[in-house]
């Protein structure tokens, strides 16, 4: 493959960042990559295990001539990290992010940035419960689907740029609106996401089951809520914050149908449990069909990719 953008710049060295990095030099994507943590501590890492060509001590020189700036920073600040380095930006250069939520980044970013530059969302499928700049791998995007959201207006040159990247990175790409993606992403991803959350609390309350018992016999549905559970707070908690709307209207949907559930179980109504789950089970079928996920059973033996 052959070099996309000539200077890249990420901000933010965590999981999502560091994948990037080691795909893009995989590929041989980027001339040079820059990068910059707010940390010290994250860009000494960086340094010592040869994420980025350069390491920067400010985001501003992190971006200086670069032809690409990607913020992977959590959903939050990304508004407050646009404005710091939009008056360092190279005028032709494109600015995306890889945030989970659409609408709230763009609102945030989008009234920052100079004309000079073109903005285009984007948002990676892919990940792992793990974080930090030691937590990456070049393979995490391979086969998995990037969405990429162009504001209107957005200059289709440079969107296929962005897109000639993101399959160099080994994704699929596909362009959707901004609304539609954060309901489509909280019905897959933040809803999960929460209800893992609960499963896992509502284990931790329950005294009359101690917690050893919980590790030593935790059967597989409660292990992989575990592992969901281990996500990275702060992106999680900014994941809630900005796709309020959207997570809260799915989980009222959710409230419902466990309600459902639930009067089924006391009232031994086995058809409507049967069928329900029929139903459910298709829809695994059609991931693995989808190439999403594998057959394999995995009884928590897998090997983290290296
Ligand atoms: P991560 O591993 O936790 O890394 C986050 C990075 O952002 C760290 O380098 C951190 O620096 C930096 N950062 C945090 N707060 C900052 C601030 N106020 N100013 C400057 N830098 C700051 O996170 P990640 O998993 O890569 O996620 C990054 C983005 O990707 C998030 O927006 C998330 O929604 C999105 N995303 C995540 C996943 C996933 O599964 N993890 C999947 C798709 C998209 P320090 O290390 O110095 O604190």
């Not at 990247?165 to 539609?180: F, I, P, R, T, Y």
């Not at 058809?271 to 394999?296: K, N, P, S, V």
Request: aromatic share 6%; net charge negative; hydrophobic share 40%.
């Amino acid at each position: 493959m052959s070099v996309i953008y000539d200077r890249v710049a990420l901000i933010g060295l965590g999981l999502i960042a560091s994948s990037m990095f080691w795909a893009m030099k995989r590929g041989g994507l980027a001339g040079e990559v820059t990068g910059y943590a707010r940390s010290a501590e994250t860009r000494d890492t960086a340094r010592r295990i040869g994420l980025c060509d350069r390491v920067c001590d400010s985001a501003a020189d992190a971006v200086e001539g670069a032809d690409l700036v990607i913020l992977c920073v959590p959903v939050g600040v990304m508004g407050a990290i646009a404005a710091e380095i939009a008056g360092g930006l190279k005028p032709g250069a494109t600015v995306t992010d890889v945030g989970s939520v659409k609408r709230d980044v763009i609102e945030n970013v989008a009234p920052h940035l100079p004309d000079t530059v073109h903005f285009i969302p984007g948002h990676p499928l892919a990940g792992t419960e793990h974080s930090g700049p030691e937590s990456g791998f070049a393979e995490l995007f391979d086969n998995r689907w990037c969405l990429l959201v162009p504001v209107p207006g957005s200059d289709p040159m440079a969107v296929a740029r962005l897109r000639a990247l993101w399959e160099g990175l080994g994704s699929n790409v596909e362009e959707m609106e901004a609304d539609h993606h954060d309901l489509v992403l909280a019905v897959t991803s933040h809803a999960p996401h929460l209800i893992a959350y609960t499963m896992v609390g509502v284990a931790d309350d329950l005294r009359r089951v101690t917690d050893s018992e919980v590790i030593q016999y935790s059967a597989a549905g409660f292990r992989d809520f575990t592992r969901i559970a281990a996500s990275d707070p702060t992106m999680w908690r900014d994941v809630f914050l900005t796709n309020k709307d959207a997570t809260l209207e799915i989980l009222g949907r959710f409230t419902e149908e466990l309600f459902a559930l639930q009067r089924a179980i006391r009232t031994g109504d086995g058809d409507h449990l049967h069928d329900y789950f029929t139903r459910t089970r298709a829809i695994r079928r059609g991931i693995i069909e989808a190439g999403q996920d594998t057959d394999a059973p995995d009884f928590g033996r897998a090997k983290k990719p290296s």
